[in-house]
């Protein structure tokens, strides 16, 4: 079945930039997404990108998309200590609207 | 609009209790899920209803029920809880049926769940 991949953790200084890498294995994937989770909260819509563009930007984050790799990023510039959560990738294929998860990367902002 | 509500927000049961998580939401949404997220894991999929009078199993349906009598309201219930059903349950809808952002999905706070 579908499968998606995420490195557990990342950390970074205030006013860095974070990069947050997915992998994917479904081809025929329609849209890919990224979600936050503070803690204790249930998960919020970040951007999402839909397969046949390479590069998302909104604010200060930008999603970049290589399909032909399977891979997806999320960079989210000027980081800040809200940015700390739970970051998750996710792709979904147009069928029932069902959606395949990866297992989150925690982003820790440090002052 | 409220968005996606769930009831309980936390919950203890003993093994072999049952219970109904309850799911609503306010955006004539037609799709609705359930997710459990187990501690340092991704989003499983339990359950996930199409519409009204309509669902389907997901990745992880063992040991669950639900059903969806109206577009609001999509309820998961567990008969015989067990150790291995302790986790966060999320809800969650979508307007879903075409291509476009429609398939965005809403989720809910969660349910924590912990049985003993």
């Known amino acids: 079945g579908e499968d998606v991949e995420q490195s557990l953790f990342l950390s970074v200084r205030e006013g860095d930039s974070s990069v947050i890498n997915c992998t994917y294995t479904?081809?025929?994937?329609?849209?890919l997404y990224w979600y936050k989770q503070e803690p204790g909260a249930g998960l919020q819509l970040l951007t999402y990108?839909?397969?046949?563009?390479d590069m998302k930007q909104d604010q200060r984050l930008t999603v970049l998309l290589n399909k032909k790799d399977k891979h997806l990023s999320l960079r989210i510039a000027d980081t800040q200590t809200g940015d700390s959560a739970i970051y998750f990738c996710?792709?979904?294929?147009?069928?029932?609207?069902?959606?395949?998860f990866g297992d989150g990367t925690t982003l820790t902002v440090k002052p | 609009n409220a968005g996606v509500t769930q009831t309980p927000k936390f919950r203890i049961l003993k093994i072999g209790q049952s219970m109904t998580l309850q799911c609503t939401q306010d955006?004539?949404?037609?799709?609705m899920y359930w997710y459990r997220q187990d501690p340092g894991m991704g989003l499983k999929l339990i359950y996930y209803?199409?519409?009204?009078?309509?669902?389907d199993k997901g990745e992880v349906p063992n040991g669950y029920n639900v059903s969806r009598s109206t577009t609001e309201d999509f309820p998961l219930r567990l008969e015989l809880a067990a150790p291995s059903q302790t986790s966060v349950y999320f809800c969650?809808?979508?307007?879903?049926?075409?291509?476009?952002?429609?398939?965005?999905?809403?989720f809910g706070p969660g349910t924590r769940l912990l049985v003993l």
């Open positions: 969650a809808s979508s307007y879903g049926g075409a291509t476009g952002d429609l398939e965005t999905q809403y």
């Open positions: 479904d081809s025929s994937s329609t849209y």
């Open positions: 990108i839909f397969s046949n563009m």
């Open positions: 996710a792709e979904s294929t147009n069928n029932a609207g069902k959606s395949t």
């Open positions: 955006m004539n949404h037609n799709y």
């Open positions: 209803s199409v519409g009204a009078g309509i669902t």
